[in-house]
T-cell receptor
Framework: AQSVTQLGSHVSVSEGALVLLRCNYS??????LFWYVQYPNQGLQLLLK??????LVKGINGFEAEFKKSETSFHLTKPSAHMSDAAEYFC??????????????FGSGTRLSIRP | EAGVTQFPSHSVIEKGQTVTLRCDPI?????LYWYRRVMGKEIKFLLH????????ESGMPNNRFLAERTGGTYSTLKVQPAELEDSGVYFC?????????????FGQGTRLTVV
């Protein structure tokens, strides 16, 4: 069964430090991968997506993620954290070649806190 | 352009009561999805409409949940009767083609608390 695992339900970094949120997927078929962010009292917003083009994907607000097939990973990074990055981040996957591809499968989320 | 809107934003009901959640997708979006997040867990797929037809309802937890999308515009999700384990945040999303090809836009969610 396809699944998404996010390591760490809560990550805390200092302002200006590197942000690294981990995501691994399990699949035997090529996936499309997404990172969504949910700011307090808001809906889910797409940060970036990988759809089999460039393996390094750049998103909004300075975030980027790299698809590594050999590691089945799609970790999210940002070189320098800002206070406004505090939010919950969700990794998600879908499989375009299968009938179940109409649904996005989400990870359990990682809450990012930024220390002043 | 208005985004995906959900009503109400919060709902607190007693066990055994009925609640109806509403989702207004982005105008012109044929695809409409319902998801649910139980506290601290992953966001789980409930069902998918293409226009007014249910394309996939494999995630609906049981027959206490009824989703409709009359006319292919807004959708409702009714829970009757509600149980304690139904508490969570219910998200709606819409997209133009398949979620594969375009971004799926999510609403703010409805936080349902069953007491």
């Amino acid at each position: 069964a396809q699944s998404v695992t996010q390591l760490g339900s809560h990550v805390s970094v200092s302002e200006g430090a590197l942000v690294l949120l981990r995501c691994n997927y399990s699949s035997s078929v090529p996936p499309y991968l997404f990172w969504y962010v949910q700011y307090p009292n808001q809906g889910l917003q797409l940060l970036l997506k990988y759809t089999s083009a460039a393996t390094l994907v750049k998103g909004i607000n300075g975030f980027e993620a790299e698809f590594k097939k050999s590691e089945t990973s799609f970790h999210l990074t940002k070189p320098s954290a800002h206070m406004s990055d505090a939010a919950e981040y969700f990794c998600a996957v879908t499989y375009p070649r299968y009938s179940s591809a109409s649904k996005i499968i989400f990870g359990s989320g990682t809450r990012l806190s930024i220390r002043p | 352009e208005a985004g995906v809107t959900q009503f109400p934003s919060h709902s607190v009901i007693e066990k055994g009561q009925t609640v109806t959640l509403r989702c207004d997708p982005i105008s012109g979006h044929d695809n409409l999805y319902w998801y649910r997040r139980v506290m601290g867990k992953e966001i789980k797929f409930l069902l998918h409409f293409v226009k007014e037809s249910k394309q996939d309802e494999s995630g609906m937890p049981n027959n206490r949940f009824l989703a409709e999308r009359t006319g292919g515009t807004y959708s409702t999700l009714k829970v009757q009767p509600a149980e304690l384990e139904d508490s969570g945040v219910y998200f709606c999303a819409s997209s133009q083609i398949g979620v594969l090809n375009t971004e799926a836009f999510f609403g703010q969610g409805t936080r349902l608390t069953v007491v």
